[in-house]
Structures are given as structure tokens and as C-alpha cells.
């Protein structure tokens, strides 16, 4: 199933095929990584278990005065390693499965790139293109105050997903902080740096997807400034992603967002095409471009592949009509089971999301490093140690994939499956 072009919901996939649910994905992956590493079926359903799931109900006062009623959801995958850290999605299609599967991801993801978490994630069910910034704030303080008991920088840290961005971030931190009593900047990742950011999180999950890009390519001796790439998303992700591979020498020729893409094949002008957007509100309609759907972006003949969107659209009909080489996962998920296996059998190099958008995880622990102690990086230091990061756990799953005869999916899940099953281990189950 691919994604309709006209206005789908942003986030909400449907899923006529419920193998190709969100969650489903996940306990493929898991269940895979299982099998490799031989673990026994009591270990197999510890890691499939969610520790902890909060469902709460978000009454909004709209600005007219009327009330409705939001679902909130957070979830806490794991919290063998450490506190949860996760994304807070603001979608009308959220639901407690996808929240499930994105706080699993994130689990395997902190381990992965050796961050000291667990794995959470949290969602609200609103659309946050239909409410004012006054509604948006009410939403979230009500939020933060539903699911207080179970949030903290020692118990799970929130950053943002599709739909928030770093104010929501700060009305979450500044909700929980005043409710305590004092600031406590550490509770948020991804906030403003006048309430205790990080310089260099904004571009972070995009930066670490061109890092893995160019060492995916390097690993078959090709450059970034050699190929060309389309990009689906253009949030968070997904612009900063197609902006610094336009900036690494690769001609971006398409992109697209929720309501359609735009092509030209001697490249886009990603800078222009950025500023087209922040004052229409969507890629579509940029001059000296032709007009191109989400699905059909997918299946353009590019060499890079990077869906930075929602989960899901590369399933085994969409995934048989790729002509990249290399798929960069930006987004979570976004990639079914049965999408995976037509992309192997085709010989796609698929770097996969829990490796691939890992940077954004990777600056947010710096932003909590540097929150607990008071101390801030430059961003030198931040790009750096990022990048040293990305390149070392991308060499690592690369090393056992090659080893294994495995995919980068399946050595990545094998090497965060493992890291988590140690930890679960070595603590050993209470009582
Ligand atoms: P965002 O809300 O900033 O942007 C989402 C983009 O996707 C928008 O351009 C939107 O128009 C587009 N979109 C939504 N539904 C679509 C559809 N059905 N078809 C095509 N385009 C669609 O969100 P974001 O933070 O950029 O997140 C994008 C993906 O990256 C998500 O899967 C998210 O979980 C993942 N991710 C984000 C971060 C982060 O730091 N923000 C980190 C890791 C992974």
C-alpha cells in the first residue's frame, strides 16, 4: 500500500494490511534479532514488553471557548539501560500500537549508538495544523501534567517528533518545572537555547542520516558530490537533511511533504526551496520545478533514497519500485517487513532508521549531559563528538553485517537487542 497523495492525515497512516502496522514492523524486527542471537522465548517476551504504558485523557478549552477531548499516550519501552528518552508526536492518527512500536525503536536505537537510555515514546491525538499556538500550549502543559508521575530526567526525557518542535519543548519543561518548584531543564531535549538547549540539535537527526549516507557510500567507493538523491518529509528531518546533502555536493532532485512533491532533474535549489516554505507552508508550488506525487518519489530513478516522513510507505509493492542503491531511513519505520525483504532480495542497501536518524538521540544526550551539569559545549565540540559517534556505530554494524552475511537492519537490531538483553541480564529480574 502506498500513501494517497491527496491530503492524507500527517502521521496516520492507514493499514489495510495490519502486517504492515507500525508495530507489527517492530516485532518482526525484534523476533529476527531474537533468532540470531539464540535467546529463549521467557527473554524473547521480556524484550517484546513494553515496562510501562500511560494512557490519559487531554481536555482542550479551544480559543472559542468549546471543549474537546484529546488522548495522550506514553510509553516506556525499556529502562534496562537508563531513563526512557523518546519523541513527544503531536498526529489525529496516533494511536497506543504505533506509540508502542516507536518507543521499541527507540530502545534498540540508545543502544545502538551506546547512548546511557531506555527506550519511550509519547503522542497526542490532535492535529496540530488545525489549532492555535494558545491551544497547542493548553494541550501541552495538560499533557505534561497527566503524565508528570511518570517523567523526569532520571526517568524519561521527551523531545520532539512530527508535530512539536522546541516549543513545545520548552511548555513541557516549563510545566513540570513549576509544578516542582524550581528549573529543571533536563526533563526535555530539543528546546531553545535560552532555556538550556544544545547548539547543533536542530540539524542533528539530519546531520547523522548524511554521515551514515556517506559511509554507506564510501563502503561501495562512492562520494555524496557524485550521486543524486530524493527526499520525502520536508519537517525537521527531512529538510535539513536534503539542505546538507545539497551541501555535500549531491543534486537533491526531488523532494515532497503531506500535501505533494516537486521534481527537477538538474537539481533543486534546496536554500530557495526552504525559504519557499517557510512562507507557504509546503514544497508544493516552488517555481522551476514539476510537480511530482509522494508515491512516485519513491520509485524515481535517484541513487539515494531518504524517507524523512512517516512510517510505513516502503511496503512490498512500494519497495519493488525503488531504483535507489542506497535507502536512508530519516524517519522510524518507515520500511515495512515485507518491504525490507523485497528491498534485500534487490540488492538496496538499506541503512536502517535506528542507525540512520540515531543523531538526533546522540545531541539530545549532549543537551542532557550538558543540562545536568550547567556546562555548555561549543558547537564544535557538539559536531564532532556527533560525528565520531555516527561513524563508529556505523562501522560497527557494517563490520557484523558483513561478518554475519546479514543485513544493516539485522546487525544493528542484533547489536541493540544485545547491549539491552546484557543489561536486562546482569541486573537481573526482581525480585
Ligand atoms: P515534522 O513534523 O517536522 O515533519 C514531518 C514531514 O513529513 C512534514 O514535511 C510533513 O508534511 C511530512 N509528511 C507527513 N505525512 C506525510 C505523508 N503521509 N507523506 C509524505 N509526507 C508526509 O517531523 P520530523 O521531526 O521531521 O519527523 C519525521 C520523521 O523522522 C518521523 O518518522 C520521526 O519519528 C523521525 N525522527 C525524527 C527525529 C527528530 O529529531 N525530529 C529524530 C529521529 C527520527
Given at each position: 500500500m502506498g500513501h494517497a497523495t491527496s491530503s492524507p492525515s500527517p502521521g496516520s497512516p492507514v493499514h489495510p494490511d495490519p502486517g504492515a502496522a507500525p508495530l507489527a514492523t517492530a516485532q518482526a524486527q525484534l523476533a529476527r534479532a531474537v533468532e540470531i542471537l539464540g535467546y529463549d522465548a521467557g527473554l524473547h517476551e521480556v524484550l517484546a514488553t513494553p515496562r510501562r504504558e500511560l494512557r490519559v485523557a487531554v481536555p482542550l478549552r479551544r480559543d472559542d471557548g468549546a471543549v474537546q477531548v484529546c488522548t495522550g499516550y506514553r510509553v516506556q519501552h525499556n529502562i534496562s539501560r537508563g531513563p526512557g528518552k523518546g519523541?513527544?508526536?503531536?498526529?489525529?492518527?496516533?494511536?497506543?500500537?504505533?506509540?508502542?512500536?516507536?518507543?521499541?525503536?527507540?530502545?534498540?536505537?540508545?543502544?545502538?549508538?551506546?547512548?546511557?537510555?531506555?527506550?519511550?515514546k509519547g503522542g497526542v491525538t490532535i492535529d496540530p495544523h488545525a489549532h492555535s499556538a494558545a491551544e497547542l500550549e493548553r494541550v501541552t502543559r495538560r499533557y505534561t501534567s497527566e503524565i508528570m508521575p511518570i517523567i523526569g530526567p532520571e526517568r524519561d526525557i521527551m523531545a520532539p517528533d512530527i508535530g512539536t518542535n522546541e516549543q513545545t519543548m520548552a511548555w513541557v519543561m516549563d510545566t513540570y518545572s513549576v509544578n516542582r518548584g524550581f528549573t529543571i531543564p533536563a526533563v526535555t531535549t530539543g528546546k531553545p537555547l535560552a532555556v538550556g538547549g544544545s547548539l547543533g540539535r536542530?540539524?542533528?537527526t539530519s546531520q547523522g542520516v548524511v554521515h551514515t549516507a556517506r559511509a554507506a557510500l564510501r563502503a561501495d567507493g562512492v562520494e555524496l558530490a557524485e550521486v543524486t538523491a530524493?527526499?520525502?518529509?520536508?519537517?525537521k528531518v527531512g529538510s535539513h537533511a536534503a539542505r546538507l546533502l545539497h551541501e555535500a555536493g549531491t543534486r537533491v532532485v526531488a523532494v515532497s511533504d503531506e500535501h505533494g512533491g516537486v521534481r527537477r532533474a538538474d537539481g533543486l535549489d534546496v536554500t530557495a526551496l526552504i525559504e519557499h516554505v517557510t512562507r507557504t507552508g509546503s514544497v508544493t508550488g516552488f517555481a522551476d520545478a514539476d510537480a511530482v506525487s509522494n508515491d512516485d518519489l519513491l520509485a524515481l530513478d535517484v541513487d539515494v533514497l531518504?524517507?524523512?516522513?512517516?512510517?510505513?510507505?516502503?511496503?512490498?509493492?512500494?519497495a519493488g519500485h525503488v531504483k535507489a542503491r542506497w535507502v536512508v531511513e530519516g524517519a522510524n519505520g518507515p520500511t515495512t517487513s515485507e518491504g525490507d525483504r523485497v528491498l534485500a532480495e534487490r540488492g538496496v542497501v538499506v541503512v536502517p532508521d535506528i542507525l540512520a536518524n540515531a543523531g538526533g538521540v546522540v545531541v539530545s544526550y549532549f543537551e542532557w549531559v550538558?543540562?545536568?551539569?550547567?556546562y555548555w559545549w561549543t558547537e564544535r565540540e557538539i559536531a564532532?563528538?556527533?560525528?565520531?559517534?555516527?561513524?563508529?556505530?556505523?562501522?560497527?554494524?557494517?563490520d557484523l553485517a558483513r561478518a554475519?552475511?546479514?543485513?544493516?537492519?539485522?546487525?544493528?537490531?542484533?547489536?541493540?537487542?544485545?547491549?539491552?538483553?546484557?543489561?536486562?541480564?546482569?541486573?537481573?529480574?526482581?525480585?
Open positions: 519523541g513527544l508526536r503531536y498526529a489525529p492518527g496516533v494511536d497506543l500500537d504505533e506509540v508502542r512500536a516507536l518507543a521499541m525503536w527507540m530502545t534498540w536505537k540508545c543502544a545502538v549508538v551506546d547512548v546511557p537510555y531506555g527506550g519511550a536542530p540539524t542533528a530524493a527526499v520525502q518529509g520536508f519537517g531518504v524517507p524523512a516522513a512517516v512510517e510505513g510507505v516502503l511496503d512490498g509493492e512500494t550538558q543540562a545536568n551539569q550547567a564532532d563528538r556527533l560525528e565520531h559517534r555516527m561513524l563508529a556505530s556505523h562501522e560497527a554494524v557494517a554475519e552475511s546479514v543485513t544493516l537492519r539485522e546487525a544493528a537490531m542484533t547489536i541493540g537487542v544485545r547491549r539491552v538483553a546484557e543489561a536486562h541480564l546482569i541486573r537481573g529480574l526482581y525480585p
